[in-house]
């Protein structure tokens, strides 16, 4: 079994879902899974400077504007490796379009980015939404985004920030668009 195609679990009264991590916070290389080949492939190394602030992943069984898997940043009090499975505490959602050049052409699609911490984290167990890591924790997370895409030739642009249940809504929003497709 792929792990795009995992149950995602979304507990809309917990706010819990499952992620998959594919690039650990603090790594330098970034990570996508191969389905052909059934494994984590290495897809890139980000520039000099530039490291995953959180790890970063998907929620399986879920379909984004972007036609991947929506994207998840989930805090943890250590790194954790690549193909990890693990369940999140939704804590809110920056919502983004991202625009690309294509042949010439500008494509401008939503990447949304889920923010989560572990659901049974310690140091973080107290910490309910995005809102209450601050506005800069935000701002620098799209900061990061907004960098990386610009060294791509790309522009990731916030539209909004919103809470748990916005994200929770997302996650549901994507897992029916999955269904819809297979």
Known sequence: MSPHSLPNQLDRERLTCRAVIESPAGSQAKFDFNADAGAFELHRMLPAGLVFPLDFGFVPSTLGGDGDPLDILVLTEAA??????????????????????????????RNDRIVARLAESRSYREVASLQQLGNDFVTELAGFFEA???????????????????????????STRWTDQG
């Open 80 to 109: 954790v490796p690549v193909g990890c499975l693990l369940i999140a505490r939704l804590l809110g959602v920056i919502e983004a379009e991202q625009t690309e050049e294509v042949d010439g052409r500008s494509s401008t699609l």
């Open 148 to 174: 990386l895409n610009e060294l791509k030739g790309n522009r990731f642009r916030v539209l909004a920030t919103a809470g748990p249940e916005r994200a929770a809504e997302l996650v549901a929003h994507g």
